[in-house]
């Protein structure tokens, strides 16, 4: 089996693919986007991608690609705690006028504060990913630049860490989704922590109670959204779609029938699957 992750080697997401597909093919690819045409073109059968962390909230591109591939579902769902670390090349001195520092821009603005008091007169330069950011500097053993990444990059590159856990906030995790074209195909050993659904849904036309209308549906039903987050349509303003987790399994016949209601007023539904939680080492 083939699985696609956001690269390149030794980003988070390939950590986190590395535990859930610990013996299946994994391929790197430059962007999120590339990861669900991956799956859409059926070059891969499943891809993970990052969905949302804890510091700096919902991976933007990822909700946008949910809703603009229909056929693609979430199998699985996976938390990692995430430790943002310093890295130069070898051949650097410790802290000797580092010219630039690359990251991806979360990783960036995870450790904003750190960067800022120890480094406030260094330029940050976003990168597509950490691993990447730390694939630079290695390539460049002459130039006083740094990288934000894990200790995984730091190790397949080269680097040398001169400052460990530089992340703002200790409790950082971030959460990654399974995506493929089937629901239900994914098996994995490990115990999981919960099951939760998700769904997207666009609102009728634009009317005053039109959001209470959605929610009084799971409200009286008794159901835990753990989440629930606009997206712009990208058509005008004050045009959304809504990503909404439920918690729990999808068995109970209230709970299916909840689509039902939906669409009868109006909303247009699309069920992204009900799927396992599983939470990694970092």
Same mark, same amino acid.
């Given at each position: !089996? ?5 690269? /390149? ?38 891809? &993970? ?5 804890? *510091? ?13 591939? /229909? ?9 990692? /705690? *995430?430790?943002?670390?310093? !890295? ?32 406030? @007169? &260094? ?17 460049? /053993? ?18 040398? &860490? ?6 703002? &906030? ?19 050993? !490990?115990?999981? *922590? ?16 039109? %959001?209470?209308?959605? %929610? ?32 729990? @399994? ?9 689509? @039902? ?22």
């Amino acid at each position: !089996m083939k699985i696609a992750f956001l690269g /390149p080697e030794a980003s988070f997401t390939q950590l986190t693919a590395t535990q859930l597909f610990p013996n299946e093919e994994l391929i790197p690819k430059a962007n999120i986007l590339d990861c669900f045409l991956a799956v859409q073109n059926n070059e891969v059968d499943k891809a &993970v991608v990052p969905l949302e962390n804890s *510091i700096e909230g919902t991976v933007s591109m990822t909700l946008d690609y949910l809703y603009q591939t /229909p056929e693609i579902k979430i199998e699985a769902e996976a938390v990692m /705690p *995430i430790a943002h670390h310093l !890295m130069i090349h070898p051949s650097q001195e410790n802290d000797t006028a580092i010219e630039k520092i690359y990251s991806h821009p979360q990783a960036l603005a995870q450790s904003f504060h750190f960067l800022n008091d120890k480094y406030p @007169d &260094v330029p940050k330069q976003d990168f597509a990913s950490t691993a990447a950011a730390a694939k630079r500097v290695s390539e460049n /053993p002459d130039r006083k630049i740094a990288a934000v990444a894990n200790k995984f990059a730091a190790n397949l590159y080269g680097l040398k &860490v001169i400052h460990e856990n530089i992340h703002d &906030v200790e409790e950082n995790h971030t959460r990654f989704i399974v995506i493929s074209k089937t629901e239900n195909s994914y098996e994995n050993k !490990m115990q999981s *922590i919960g099951k939760k659904t998700a769904l997207l849904i666009t609102l009728p036309q634009d009317h005053a109670g039109g %959001l209470h209308q959605v %929610l009084s549906v799971f409200a009286w039903r008794n159901m835990n959204l753990s989440k629930i987050e606009s997206r712009t349509l990208k058509t005008k303003l004050g045009n959304y779609f809504f990503f909404v987790t439920v918690v729990g @399994d999808w068995n109970n016949v209230l709970y299916v029938n909840s689509i @039902d209601e939906l669409r009868a007023i109006g909303a247009e539904v699309k069920f992204l699957g009900n799927y396992k939680e599983f939470l990694l080492e970092s």
